[in-house]
């Protein structure tokens, strides 16, 4: 090996282990029950599995941080698509939705476990329990569609929304 492919090997290394100590940190902040998304619905066992297979890691406050990403730039990697998942979608905080919204999230919900588009294949990599068989994504499907017309006749009964078409 030739004295300038050492010392590139050498510098990459250290750059490696240099990056180690920046970026961004892996968080799991305290969850207040009442604001889950289980306080609020009506989730069977079947669909509670689930969720906690394919969804929490990154829509919640209940990551389980695998071991490869602590090290970094796979740590970077990770953290932002955690954080950009529970930005777009969070159960830990689902009491902070207005009804409209979660009406409308349980359908982009259902249809996104229905059509394969969740979990993304990303996740699954790093994930392979989380892969949902087809009669899983069919549940899933059927029970969001379920929660959300029980959700709009609840509301609808209460007058404190207008009528969202069901699909």
Same mark, same amino acid.
């Given at each position: 090996m030739t004295t300038k492919r050492k010392f590139t090997l050498f510098a990459i290394g250290v750059v490696l282990v240099a990056i180690q100590w920046f970026g961004p940190v892996q968080t799991n902040p305290p969850i207040i029950q009442s604001h889950t998304i289980q306080s609020r619905l009506q989730i069977p066992a079947r669909v509670a599995d689930i969720l906690n297979r394919s !969804?929490?890691? !990154? @829509?919640?406050?209940?990551?389980?941080?695998? *071991?490869c990403g602590q090290i970094a730039p796979v740590s970077w990697w990770l953290v932002?698509? *955690?954080? %950009?998942? %529970?930005? &777009? +979608?969070?159960? =830990? &905080?689902?009491?902070? $939705?207005? /009804?409209?919204? *979660?009406?409308?999230?349980?359908?982009?919900?259902? &249809?996104? *476990? #229905?059509? =394969?588009?969740?979990?993304?294949?990303? $996740? +699954? &990599?790093? @994930? /392979? %329990? #989380?892969? +949902? =068989?087809n009669d899983e994504r069919q549940i899933f499907h059927d029970w969001a569609v379920s929660e959300r017309h029980r959700l709009q006749v609840e509301l609808l009964d209460t007058g404190k929304t207008q009528k969202v078409a069901v699909q």
């Open positions: !969804c929490m890691d !990154c @829509h919640s406050y209940e990551t389980h941080w695998p *071991v932002d698509n *955690v954080n %950009r998942g %529970r930005a &777009e +979608l969070n159960f =830990s &905080e689902w009491a902070k $939705y207005r /009804p409209a919204y *979660v009406i409308a999230t349980l359908g982009a919900m259902g &249809e996104a *476990v #229905g059509v =394969s588009t969740m979990p993304p294949d990303s $996740y +699954l &990599e790093f @994930h /392979p %329990r #989380g892969k +949902l =068989s």
